[in-house]
């Protein structure tokens, strides 16, 4: 219900499609969660003999081009036909084809996309073009196509939407704000339907050496790629960097019941803080993390014995997975204990400002099948990583109201609440 808006309408997910690395579409994504694949092996999209981190997440059986018009190619960053696959399957999902909608309604259907570092990989390559003598290699719309803002201009203009067209750059919350940003425009009446989610595919060799000189990438398993990302685990060693989308349908709960739409969930709360305090380190105290978890059940009007499953950010870095743990604690008090949780990174790797739409797909798995996916590599946790983390295994249990939690560069905080219609 959103109890924070003026005009509260109710703002329900009708339609999910997504590109990942342990499948693609909705099914194939949910079926390898369940099962714990392991999306992360090692590069082949470039050479990585001199980096110490030789592996991602990637998504090599992706045929991008099949996506994306011939003459577009070599104009477009490999984000725009991540992000059109995954809008294509989610509006077809919902039962919708935006090209066959009145202009009216296209005017106040819209596209808001969450992304971490947008088009910088195709940046990296056009630059590469220029300043070795192949400029004619490189894109006459390299300036356009690298700002974040096209990725939903892409989307708009390939589904002839007129309505607003957003990217949401907060580093790795940016999915979990755009699809609140989504949800408000909606539930305010400023639009009908929305496009939102999140995109990013940040696996490029300047951006992999930019990890490796901030020594947040794990470098000891490129031998054993699918060990590699361990969240809440006592020997991680780091993140793993991932890539995919994951894009929802959003209208209003009146407007899916009359056109007998399946709902998946309804959006029901959303909490943002910031630690003011570091550009990439958390707060040790973990209070402001907490807070907006607080908030976001706040605004769903619950407490925290109603959450049955909280899907964490979980990057496998040691600090970041043992303040999440004490700041779960402090927002769900004597209840943190008794609520199963998972890290979904630990089967796909990192998609930077994809992670909390990766996670929500995560949820909505739960609230829709009663399967809880599973945190894999998770032999030996860190004694001060003590929660209910459901380890390697998946669990079968019913849950009506999930929170996803999300944590970005700078000290960024955002949750969202979720919950079975």
């Given at each position: 219900?959103?109890?924070?808006?003026?005009?509260?309408?109710?703002?329900?997910?009708?339609g999910?499609?997504?590109?990942?690395?342990?499948g693609?579409?909705?099914?194939?994504?949910?079926?390898s969660?369940?099962?714990?694949?392991?999306?992360?092996?090692?590069?082949?999209?470039f050479?990585?003999?001199?980096?110490?981190v030789?592996?991602?997440?990637?998504?090599?059986?992706?045929?991008?081009?099949?996506?994306?018009?011939?003459?577009?190619?070599?104009h477009?960053?490999?984000?725009?036909?991540?992000?059109?696959?995954?809008?294509?399957?989610?509006?077809?999902?919902?039962g919708?084809?935006?090209?066959?909608?009145?202009?009216?309604?296209?005017?106040?259907?819209?596209?808001?996309?969450g992304?971490?570092?947008?088009?910088?990989?195709?940046?990296e390559?056009?630059f590469?073009?220029w300043?070795?003598?192949?400029?004619?290699k490189?894109?006459?719309?390299?300036?356009?196509?690298?700002?974040?803002?096209?990725l939903?201009?892409?989307?708009?203009?390939?589904f002839?939407l007129?309505?607003l067209?957003?990217?949401?750059?907060?580093?790795?919350?940016?999915?979990?704000?755009?699809?609140?940003?989504a949800?408000?425009h909606?539930?305010?009446?400023?639009?009908?339907?929305m496009?939102?989610?999140?995109?990013?595919?940040?696996?490029?060799?300047?951006?992999?050496?930019?990890f490796?000189v901030?020594?947040?990438?794990?470098k000891?398993?490129n031998?054993?790629?699918?060990?590699?990302?361990?969240?809440?685990?006592?020997?991680?060693?780091?993140?793993?960097i991932?890539?995919?989308?994951?894009?929802?349908?959003?209208?209003?709960?009146?407007?899916?019941?009359?056109r007998?739409?399946?709902?998946y969930?309804?959006?029901?709360?959303?909490?943002?803080?910031?630690?003011?305090?570091?550009?990439?380190?958390?707060?040790e105290?973990?209070?402001?993390?907490?807070?907006?978890?607080?908030?976001?059940?706040?605004?769903?009007?619950?407490?925290p014995?109603?959450?049955?499953?909280v899907?964490l950010?979980?990057?496998?870095?040691?600090?970041?997975?043992?303040i999440?743990?004490?700041?779960?604690?402090?927002?769900?008090?004597?209840h943190?204990?008794?609520?199963?949780?998972?890290?979904?990174?630990?089967?796909i790797?990192h998609?930077?400002?994809?992670?909390?739409?990766?996670?929500?797909?995560a949820?909505?798995?739960?609230?829709?099948?009663g399967?809880?996916?599973?945190?894999?590599?998770?032999?030996?946790?860190d004694?001060l990583?003590?929660?209910?983390?459901?380890?390697?295994?998946h669990?079968?249990?019913?849950v009506?109201?999930?929170?996803?939690?999300?944590?970005?560069?700078?000290?960024?905080?955002?949750?969202?609440?979720?919950?079975?219609?």
């Amino acid at each position: 219900m959103l109890s924070g808006f003026s005009v509260p309408r109710r703002v329900v997910i009708t339609g999910f499609g997504c590109v990942t690395p342990i499948g693609i579409g909705r099914e194939a994504y949910w079926g390898s969660l369940a099962a714990g694949r392991s999306g992360v092996r090692r590069i082949t999209s470039f050479d990585t003999s001199e980096f110490n981190v030789q592996i991602a997440a990637e998504i090599p059986e992706f045929d991008w081009e099949s996506e994306v018009d011939y003459q577009d190619r070599r104009h477009v960053p490999r984000t725009v036909p991540l992000a059109l696959r995954a809008a294509r399957e989610a509006v077809t999902d919902a039962g919708l084809d935006p090209k066959e909608l009145p202009l009216d309604e296209r005017r106040s259907f819209g596209v808001v996309i969450g992304t971490g570092g947008g088009g910088l990989a195709f940046t990296e390559k056009q630059f590469g073009f220029w300043f070795s003598g192949n400029e004619r290699k490189g894109s006459i719309y390299t300036i356009p196509s690298s700002t974040h803002g096209g990725l939903s201009s892409e989307i708009s203009m390939v589904f002839g939407l007129h309505g607003l067209s957003h990217v949401i750059s907060t580093g790795c919350t940016s999915s979990t704000d755009a699809i609140f940003y989504a949800a408000q425009h909606i539930a305010l009446g400023k639009q009908e339907m929305m496009l939102a989610g999140g995109v990013d595919s940040p696996i490029a060799p300047g951006i992999l050496r930019g990890f490796e000189v901030m020594t947040v990438v794990t470098k000891e398993w490129n031998n054993e790629p699918e060990r590699a990302s361990r969240p809440f685990s006592k020997d991680r060693s780091g993140i793993v960097i991932g890539e995919g989308s994951w894009i929802y349908v959003l209208e209003t709960l009146e407007e899916a019941e009359r056109r007998g739409a399946r709902i998946y969930a309804e959006i029901t709360g959303y909490g943002v803080t910031c630690d003011a305090y570091h550009r990439v380190r958390l707060e040790e105290n973990g209070v402001e993390p907490a807070r907006a978890m607080t908030l976001a059940m706040q605004d769903a009007g619950i407490g925290p014995e109603e959450v049955g499953y909280v899907n964490l950010h979980g990057t496998s870095t040691q600090l970041n997975d043992r303040i999440e743990t004490q700041a779960v604690k402090l927002a769900f008090g004597d209840h943190a204990r008794s609520i199963p949780m998972s890290a979904t990174k630990s089967q796909i790797g990192h998609p930077q400002g994809a992670s909390g739409a990766a996670g929500i797909g995560a949820a909505l798995l739960a609230l829709n099948k009663g399967v809880i996916a599973p945190t894999i590599n998770l032999d030996e946790p860190d004694p001060l990583c003590d929660l209910d983390y459901v380890p390697n295994t998946h669990r079968e249990q019913d849950v009506n109201i999930a929170l996803c939690n999300c944590i970005g560069f700078g000290s960024k905080n955002s949750a969202l609440v979720l919950k079975k219609v």
